[in-house]
Nanobody, 117 residues
């Protein structure tokens, strides 16, 4: 089992920045990749950014150049640095862990990000 706890959400003005953190614990050796997803009201959950064990990353087109996913292996923590935030980035952001064996994935409880003036 793997447990994921997100933090760092909040209210920010357009153009501002936030850093989300996801602290992982448990059987982390079973994990192949970590990712951030988001879900806005009335919309499906979507992939924002992912990082695999080898360090490769990928991003949704809507956040490329603005968001950066990274990890600190010593702290078992994954981060999402969000710059140049826009109102359309408003959503609940979820941390995700994909096992080597495939789904089902592990999910955190989510953290709210609101971009508004």
């Amino acid at each position: 089992q793997v447990q994921l706890v997100e933090s760092g959400g909040g209210l920010v003005q357009p153009g501002g920045s936030l850093r989300l953190s996801c602290a992982a614990s448990g059987s982390l050796f079973t994990i192949y990749a970590m990712a951030w997803y988001r879900q806005a009201p009335g919309k499906q959950r979507e992939l924002v950014a992912a990082i695999i064990n080898g360090g490769s990353t990928n991003y949704a087109d809507s956040v490329k150049g603005r968001f950066t996913i990274s990890r600190n292996n010593a702290k078992n923590t994954v981060y999402l640095q969000m710059n140049g935030l826009k109102p359309e980035d408003t959503a609940v952001y979820y941390c995700n862990a994909r096992p080597h064996s495939g789904p089902p994935d592990y999910w955190g409880q989510g953290t709210q990000v609101t971009v508004s003036s």
